[in-house]
C-alpha cells in the first residue's frame, strides 16, 4: 500500500484526546481522501499511546476511525 501523503503526518498523541472533544477523523474506507469527518469522541479505541495513521476512536454517531486533528477553542 502507498504511503498516504494526505492524511496528517503527525496526528494527536493518545493522551492529547479526551472523551467529549471535537475531531476530525479518517475512516479506513477514506484513506487517501480528502473525505474527514467531523465528530465527538464517545470511545478511544487504541491502547497505545500513538499510531502512525492517528489513535482510533468511535464518535457519538458510531463513526470509528483515526484522529487527524482535535479541535481547539
Known sequence: M??????????????????GDAVWIIEK?????????????KDILTSRPSHPRGIKVRLTDGSVGRVQWVMKD
Open 2 to 19: 502507498e504511503d498516504n501523503i494526505r492524511d496528517n503526518p503527525n496526528p494527536p498523541k493518545r493522551s492529547e484526546i479526551k472523551l
Open 29 to 41: 474506507e477514506n484513506y487517501g481522501t480528502n473525505n474527514y469527518k467531523q465528530g465527538i469522541v
